[in-house]
Every structure is written in structure tokens, then in C-alpha cells.
């Protein structure tokens, strides 16, 4: 655990509750891979706990594990073979046996699993907590769960037994692109970029790239070798949460194709119109696919959404590796990346790059002491394609053009943007500022005169 990065507002959270005289209920949720149980072993490391690894399993099995861990916590070897009727039974016991007026930690982990098996257990815990650790003060109970929507109905949901119990929750996002940047400090700011682009915030991802190997070596070795970890990672991940792959299959593909109206995934995918919006309503509980509106700070036109492939590592082999595994295989890794994905590379990037730059907009703000509230989004209608849309209620709108590639001509592509501004609807009448993105400074020197405001990747990872 040594090489354990950020997380440090989450761990002061778990601290503070430790701390406290008081019970705690910390619920934990978050897709999967994000560093949900690093984070709470990290925090168990020297605490008394009793940490707990849910799986798809009958409940018997998961009580006599259940048991055999808390054997070794409590330090009662006969507890691993205690009969135990159920899960109330069996936590019971477990904390009848603890050190006199020891705070323990329980933290149940993949916690929908467990649930899967024993729907009762919430209202278990629910009933342990009114009737006895809330008023002990020495338990801290952490349950943990990789399926957000299952997270927010049985555990927070206000239908949950344990709704407005929890004193703390933590919904743990990836990386954001700076603190990503942190597990390659020897990388280039373009390949920092390059590796969030394909692996976003997940640490998991970012550990298999390499700092040693140049950005390319990497994308080649760790996605397209069929005996790589991140090779068939997706695939792993659907098949683990979902069933009836094959029609979740088809919406990805569709929207990594660039299909991002419902209408249009349908139509591509084969799902009927009126099944479709079970599946997007899964992979988005899952956090893998995002609804988008235009952002023009009036009221949002159902009829306008997209939908989008908010993962990083799902949108890139969505796009590249499943439709070419024949071929990835036939090739070689190597001779895939130079044929079949080189390419298309940079432009596929410089769309990344958007959202990138969309990210980075609340840091910018932060620096330039904005202190209104805003939304941040992007703009499309069919007349224009506005890649940065912040929204600030204060009046102001900023609009964004960003490029990915090399600027040829400074001034060209503020005269495009000033074009862009011109078709974007003002509804409230705001005024409207212009921004540019680029992976490298203004080329030339400065127009005094211009009033479009420029940010490399120096100025993004500040």
C-alpha cells in the first residue's frame, strides 16, 4: 500500500468518524475498479476491524466465511464453525465476543451480493443499529457496493430500512485528470493526457501504463495482447453486473459509433424502442454511459438528449478493440495498433481532448476567483457544434472551441469560434465570452486586441 495515491478527503471523512464517541454508518458506493476497497483498507490498517468481501453465493457459504474472518479478529477460533441461524445470529455473536468497549470497524463489501443472497439483512442491520450501536458508541459500520443504483435504493433510498441512518457517505468517483496525472510524474503533460483518455480516473487502469514505456507502447501491450489484463476488461465488467450481455453489447457499440440519439441506438442495435431505455437506464446506474443535454442555460428539451460512453476505457474498445478482435488477433498487437487504430488515433483523441477541457473549465473559474454558480456541458443544434459551454449565474456564458491538433492559425480559429457564438441561442440574454483550448500555447505572438481567452495543457494542469 505504499504506493497509495489521494484519497485524502475521503480518509479524514472515515477518520473523523473513528474518531467520534459516537456509532457510525458510512456507506460507500461507487463503480467498479475505482479503489473502493483500497481506500477502506487503507483506513482498516490499524484499526480493529472485521472487513468482509461479499460474493455471488448462497447465504450459508457466506455466513460460514463471514464467520471464519471474524474468528481471526475477535481472536475466538471456535467462532469459525458457530451454527449460526442467519446473518443477525451470526453478527451477533461476532460482537458479543469483541474486547469490553473495543470500537470495531464491520465493513461488509460488495454488499449487493450478500444482499443478493439474504434480502433480509438490511432491515438486520437497520434493527441492530436503532436498538443497540447507535446509542454504544462503539461500532463504525461501512458497507460498501459497486452498483451505484443498487447503492442509492436499499441503502439510501428513503424505501430503504436503513434510510437516514448513515452520519457520513462517500460516493467515490474517479480520478479526476489532474490527480490522475500523479501515477505518471515522469510522463509528458500530452501523455498524462493521452493515458486519462484511455484510462479516465480509474486506478486500477492507470497502474497497468507504465512509465517507463512510451504512451503507444503501452495502448499496444496492456489493451491490445489478448493475455493482458485490460485486453478483455470490459467484458469482464458487463458480464459480471448484467445479464443478457449481448443486448448491452449492442447499445455500446452503437453509441461508440457515434449513435448517441435513442432513436438511432435503437435502430442500429436491433432493441426495440420501448426495451431500450431498460438498458440505458442500467449502464448509466453503472456509470458507464451518461445523459447529455445542450447546455444554453434554459429549460432542457427531452427530445435533445444523448447519450454518451462515459467511460474511458469502455469508449475506446468499444471503438477500436471488440469490432477488430479478428483482426487484432490476425495481426498482432503491434501491426493492429499501426494499421487498424494509428490512424484514427489523433482524431479520436482531440474528441477526449473536449472533454478534457470541459473537466478542467470549474478549475479555471477557481483560479480566475469566479464565484457565481455555473453548469458546464457542451452546445449542439444543426446549425452548430459549441465543444465548452459554462453556464454562470452571474449573467455570464463562456463558449469553447477546442483543438486537439496543431493550430495553424491562431486567428482563424477565433474568427471560427466568434462564428460558433453567433448560432448559439442566448435565451437569457447573457453575455458571452470566448475561450480556446489547445494542447500547446497560442501559436504567434498575442493579439492585444483579442479578447479570447487561451489555455494549453500548461495552463489545464496547473
Not at 451518461?290 to 471503438?319: E, I, K, M
Request: charged share 25%; with cysteine; aromatic share 12%.
Amino acid at each position: 500500500m505504499s504506493d497509495f495515491i489521494g484519497r485524502s478527503k475521503e480518509l479524514q471523512t472515515l477518520t473523523a468518524e473513528w474518531d467520534s464517541t459516537q456509532s457510525g454508518f458510512v456507506p460507500i458506493y461507487g463503480r467498479r475498479r475505482v479503489g473502493k476497497s483500497e481506500l477502506i483498507l487503507r483506513f482498516l490498517q490499524d484499526k480493529p476491524a472485521l472487513y468482509y468481501v461479499g460474493k455471488r453465493a448462497p447465504e450459508e457459504l457466506q455466513l460460514r466465511e463471514f464467520l471464519q474472518v471474524a474468528a481471526t479478529v475477535v481472536d475466538e477460533p471456535l467462532l469459525a464453525t458457530y451454527p449460526a441461524s442467519g446473518w443477525a445470529d451470526a453478527i451477533d455473536a461476532v460482537l458479543a465476543r469483541r474486547r469490553q468497549g473495543e470500537k470495531l470497524v464491520l465493513a461488509l463489501d460488495e454488499f449487493q451480493w450478500i444482499v443478493e443472497a439474504s434480502p433480509e439483512l438490511p432491515s438486520i442491520l437497520q434493527e441492530r443499529w436503532d436498538r443497540d450501536w447507535q446509542h454504544s458508541g462503539n461500532v463504525l459500520l461501512i458497507l460498501c457496493g459497486s452498483y451505484v443504483g443498487f447503492m442509492e435504493r436499499e441503502v439510501l433510498g428513503h424505501k430503504s430500512p436503513l434510510f437516514g441512518r448513515r452520519t457520513a457517505q462517500i460516493l467515490l468517483r474517479p480520478f479526476d485528470y489532474r490527480e490522475a496525472g500523479a501515477f505518471h510524474p515522469n510522463y509528458s503533460l500530452v501523455d498524462r493526457a493521452r493515458t486519462y483518455f484511455l484510462c479516465g480516473g480509474v486506478p486500477f487502469y492507470l497502474r497497468r501504463f507504465s512509465q517507463r514505456q512510451s504512451f503507444e507502447i503501452n495502448l499496444t501491450h496492456q489493451l491490445l495482447d489478448e493475455h493482458a489484463a485490460l485486453h478483455r476488461e470490459p467484458d469482464f465488467l458487463l458480464r459480471e453486473e448484467l445479464r443478457e450481455t449481448e443486448s448491452y453489447y449492442a447499445v455500446l457499440l452503437a453509441i461508440a459509433d457515434g449513435y448517441k440519439k435513442a432513436s438511432d441506438i435503437a435502430r442500429v442495435s436491433g432493441i426495440p424502442p420501448g426495451s431500450l431505455p431498460y438498458y440505458l437506464k442500467q449502464l448509466t446506474e453503472l456509470g458507464y454511459v451518461a445523459r447529455r443535454y445542450p447546455l444554453t442555460g434554459g429549460d432542457r428539451n427531452p427530445r435533445s438528449v444523448r447519450y454518451d460512453l462515459d467511460d474511458p476505457l469502455l469508449r475506446f474498445w468499444f471503438r477500436f478493440v471488440f469490432p477488430q478482435q479478428s483482426q487484432i488477433r490476425r495481426l498482432g498487437p503491434e501491426r493492429a495498433f499501426s494499421e487498424r487504430i494509428k490512424p484514427q488515433l489523433e482524431a479520436y483523441l482531440g474528441q477526449c481532448f473536449e472533454r478534457l477541457c470541459r473537466e478542467a473549465l470549474p478549475w479555471i473559474y477557481e483560479r480566475e476567483g469566479v464565484q457565481a454558480a455555473y453548469e458546464i456541458g457542451e452546445f449542439w443544434s444543426k446549425q452548430v457544434q459549441i465543444d465548452v459551454v459554462g453556464w454562470c449565474a452571474d449573467g455570464w456564458t463562456d463558449l469553447g472551441e477546442c483543438k486537439w491538433g496543431t493550430v495553424k492559425s491562431a486567428a482563424g480559429l477565433e474568427r471560427e469560434l466568434a462564428q460558433k457564438v453567433e448560432n448559439y441561442p442566448n435565451p437569457r440574454n447573457a453575455t458571452l465570452g470566448q475561450r480556446v483550448f489547445t494542447r500547446r500555447p497560442r501559436p504567434g505572438k498575442s493579439d492585444r486586441s483579442s479578447s479570447t481567452l487561451w489555455h494549453s495543457l500548461e495552463d489545464l494542469y496547473v
